[in-house]
């Protein structure tokens, strides 16, 4: 059997550390063909690559590249670096088998990092139904050209436009990730993740979710979610479920069915999720979510302001944000706030109805994350935007970070200004710079939770030691 290893050179441990599981959802459908290994990155950061490699002598190394940079424009991380140093690199210099890339890093910038790390292919989207195909073409010396979503380096090029390989996603087959990567280092402040469907179809004007995962939602069986969670609960005990979805409770309907499906289980697991979308919020779907063992949710709607909602073409309106945020404060469920300003069009007005939406409607114990600026990506209705105004050159690469927008109305410095000013005034709320907390403050945190045995979500604890801090003096 041939041998093929997958690497995750993911190391960011903030918010916190996310286990693989692209890559796990990669072993499980690769695993009847080959003999396949992860080497999660996470933790070791390169320490025992090569050594793996050395041991396992794999015939194919597929790297999976997450993330690109961390969108927060006033501290900017770029990881591509030492993705290339701590693990391309050293194994491009021990072997010269096959290096292929993939993940959703990957798929937004393709040619730029083929270019930046010599690898031989690459792979956009998801590569469950590709990945093999490519290796048993390479294995059998056939022809690549009519191989959708690939990119090798002597092409340099996507064959025709991006599709989507899987029709539904019955067929993703869910990997038990602690099977394949030692799952111990994330039970402290990592989550079990899951996917519930795959596909965006929102037209968020600087979103990036559409390119990576298709524009039509294709969804899961809710009765193999339900069991992917039981199994998972049954193996590891305590631990946090994140549904990793685009947006949670789409399409109409979904989220419901899968709530319904995990309390016929009767089983007391937590979960929590990214983005909800207002539209699609209801009292019945917040009560089935309590029920199935949410303890949190993230709420992304970037702004309040109706005029700003438009222009990123969010495709919900102030009301139904008021009235999430009603079903949130009914059902008491600690939430994480996402705001984003600087769009096309924002001004001090627009700033002022979010300011006031956050201090009318948000609970003051939950988070509100301000971020200042928009990343503009490849293929985005912002990118070509930014070409219209004469911000970026048609067909220039946005790779490196420097390419952010911010509207002609409100100058940077001043929309920096407003932010910091409103973050000082209100304690619950954080400048997008600050979503690291310090090591000692989550020491400090944990110590908490440990004495006072108490359940919250991480996040309130933290910024309840953030408030007490504040007060003592040592912020
Ligand atoms: C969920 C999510 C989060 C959650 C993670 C929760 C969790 N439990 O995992 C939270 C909110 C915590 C989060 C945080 C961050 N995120 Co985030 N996140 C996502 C999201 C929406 C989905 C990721 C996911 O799990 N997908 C599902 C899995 C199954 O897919 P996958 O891993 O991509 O794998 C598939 C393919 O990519 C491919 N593939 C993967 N690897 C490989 C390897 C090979 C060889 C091949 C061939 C194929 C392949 O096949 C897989 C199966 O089909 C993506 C956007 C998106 N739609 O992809 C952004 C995204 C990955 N995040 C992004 C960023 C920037 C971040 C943060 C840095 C933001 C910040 N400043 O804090 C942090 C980093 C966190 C960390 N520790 O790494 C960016 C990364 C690109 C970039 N701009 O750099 C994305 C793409 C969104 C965006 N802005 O464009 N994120």
Known sequence: MKKILLVNTNTEKAPYPVPPLG????????????????????????RKLVSEVLQFQPDFIGFSIRNIDDTVEERTVFYPDGILEKFIRPLQQITGVPVILGGSGFSIFPEELMNLTGADYGITGEGEEILPELLSRIILKQDLSDLPNVITAETMKIKGSRQQSFRTADDMRFPEIDRWIDFNPYMARGVYSVQTKRGCAHGCIYCTYPLIEGRKFRIRNPSDIADEIEQAHK??????????D????????????????IIKKNISVRLRTMGMNPRHTSAELFDLMIRSGFTQIDA??????????????KGFTRAEIEKMAGLIAKFNLPTMWFLL??????????????????DNFINPEDLVYMNSGLRIYPGTPLYHLAVKEGRINAGQS???????YCSDRIAKTGLDGLIRDATLLRPNCLSAGDTAPSTAMIAAANEFRKSSNIQEPMFRTLLR?????????KL
């Not at 947006?247 to 989220?255: Q, V």
Request: with cysteine; proline share 4%; net charge negative.
């Open 341 to 358: 300003f600087g769009g096309p069009g924002e001004d001090t007005d627009t700033f002022q109805e979010t300011l006031d939406f956050i």
């Open 398 to 404: 946005v790779f490196q970070p420097s390419a952010y």
């Open 465 to 473: 030691i953030r408030k007490q801090w504040k007060m003592e003096g």
């Open 23 to 46: 890559l796990c959802m990669l072993a499980t459908r690769l695993e009847d063909q080959y003999q396949v290994k992860i080497y999660d990155g996470v933790f070791d950061e390169g």
């Open 246 to 261: 685009s947006t949670f409770n789409d399409p109409r309907g979904h989220a419901e069915a899968i709530c319904r499906e």
């Open 300 to 313: 992304t709607p970037d702004s309040a302001s109706a005029r700003m909602l438009k222009n990123l073409d």
């Open 235 to 244: 193996r590891l005990g305590y631990v946090t479920f994140e549904f990793v």
